[in-house]
């Protein structure tokens, strides 16, 4: 149902009314009840898709937005850990509940389940943006005093478990926790895990029953998700053990420039509940500066750093352009970064800018196979984001507007082909339509009076 009182009613043109409106329609389809599920592909709610979804639907149905987040973090574990699904009832999801048994973990909670890894840390920046579009400013306030001492924990868990040396950089153990599941940025690293027949857990995949198998990983990357969901069980998820004996251990541009953002969200947020923003200032400048191990002097760009084959990955992905996002550069930096724009982008329609999440003269460019080519609207937010802020305000603009115009043209799809624009995975998809809510509103009014 539409708030007459929504920041965005007056805001809006009435065709993006229009559009907010199918969004929003397509997150109360998908509504568990207490949580919005991504889509029907998948059937529990997700970590940073959660976040999205919050603060794209904050200022339209804030007591669902609020829902949301503490519906997430009645998930999290007792050291911090945010988990990437908190589950429901539902069983048509590989890996199930029953696959993770994270009772075997002293930290996780005994209800609600939970999976036992995490996904990028969005959040904070999630509740800064809920709190900011909220009409109902002071019940806003409330679930950020509710929200403080889990974001606080959660931010804790990853400097203290998933940082090593000092670096402030944290680094994944899976690749489902980048986000980008068979990025091909995880070939070499995947490649390494040579396993025996007995090695490989049995397990019954349902993603490619449900969707189109030319769409998703292969069973090479499921034969090697699982066996690394295996290996952390066998370590009952203890963090010091898995950091040091997990073969998969990456530290990654995006989830750390998503890192950089939330800390100084966090920061906002403790202003507003009256407590000292300083720590999580300090956290932010730390992983901002720490953000140049990821660059690539020789080819001029950010990759992602294999912990275990001491250098970066060989594929260059879209993540690469989210330290403009951190505002993590200088400016001389930043233009070199947005020359590589032209790898990733293709012309659509009349001024669509697409950019797909693999460079196009990538040799494991594939338009249709999920993380390996296709447009992906997180991306869209973050290079968005990160255009405004080194001042590329039209080239920000037409990003984000292709990816609401790619979803006026074709509905809320997972992603999309980047060639031809068509739609692509699961069609009513949560994580579009509360970037859509989010693009068609940017910035928060809150976040303009900060300026
Ligand atoms: C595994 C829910 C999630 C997204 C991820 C996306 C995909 C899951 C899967 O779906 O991952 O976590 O089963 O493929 O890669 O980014 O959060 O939408």
């Not at 579009?133 to 998933?162: C, I, M, N, T």
């Not at 690293?189 to 025996?196: D, S």
């Not at 196979?369 to 590329?392: N, Q």
């Not at 082909?417 to 739609?423: F, K, Q, V, W």
């Amino acid at each position: 149902m539409i708030n007459p009182d929504a920041a965005g009613v007056e805001r809006l043109e009435v065709s993006d009314l229009e559009l907010a409106k199918e969004a929003l329609a397509i997150l109360d389809r998908n509504w568990l009840g207490h949580a919005t599920r991504p889509g029907r592909l998948y059937p529990h709610q997700w970590s940073w898709d959660a976040a999205c979804i919050a603060m794209g639907r904050a200022a339209w149905d804030q007591g669902r937005a609020e829902q949301e987040l503490r519906s997430l973090f009645a998930g999290q574990w007792d050291n911090g850990l945010l988990p990437h699904i908190v589950f429901t009832d539902a069983d048509r999801y590989f890996p199930g509940r029953e696959f993770w048994q994270t009772e075997r973990a002293a930290a996780a909670p005994r209800s609600p389940h939970t999976s036992g890894i995490v996904q990028p840390p969005i959040h904070a920046t999630a509740a800064w943006r809920l709190f900011c579009r909220a009409p109902d400013r002071s019940g806003a306030k409330q679930l950020l005093v509710e929200l403080f001492p889990g974001l606080v924990a959660w931010h804790g868990y990853l400097y203290r478990e998933r940082t090593r040396d000092g670096e402030g950089l944290a680094e994944v153990w899976h690749p489902w926790e980048a986000g980008m599941d068979n990025s091909p940025a995880w070939d070499g690293a995947l490649a390494r895990i040579v396993l025996t027949p007995e090695q490989i857990p049995s397990y019954e995949r349902v993603d490619n029953r449900i969707g189109d198998p030319g769409e998703r990983p292969s069973d090479f990357d499921y034969d090697r998700y699982s066996y690394l969901v295996a290996r952390m069980q066998e370590l009952s998820y203890d963090p010091a053990s898995i950091r040091a004996e997990c073969p998969f251990a990456i530290q990654p541009a995006l989830f750390n420039s998503l890192l950089v953002q939330s800390n100084r969200d966090l920061a906002q947020i403790a202003c507003v509940v009256g407590e000292d923003p300083e720590p999580y200032q300090a956290w932010a400048d730390l992983t901002a500066g720490a953000l140049e191990k990821l660059w690539d002097e020789e080819r001029r760009f950010y990759f992602d750093f294999d912990l275990r084959a001491g250098t970066w990955v060989s594929a260059a992905t879209a993540a690469g352009f989210a330290p403009l996002y951190a505002g993590a550069l200088s400016v001389e930096r930043a233009i070199m970064v947005v020359d590589s724009l032209v790898r990733f982008s293709s012309e659509l329609g009349e001024d669509g800018l697409a950019l797909s999440c693999v460079g196009h003269d990538d040799p494991d460019f594939r338009p249709r196979l999920y993380w390996r080519g296709p447009v992906w609207p997180i991306i869209h937010w973050v290079v968005s984001a990160g255009l405004r802020r080194y001042g590329y305000t039209q080239l920000a603009d037409r990003v984000s507007r292709t990816a609401i115009e790619l979803v006026r043209n074709g509905g809320f799809w997972e992603h999309y082909n980047p060639l031809t624009g068509d739609g692509q995975g699961d069609p009513s998809f949560s994580w579009t339509a509360g970037l859509v809510l989010d693009m068609l509103d940017a910035p928060p009014s809150a976040e303009e009076d900060r300026r």
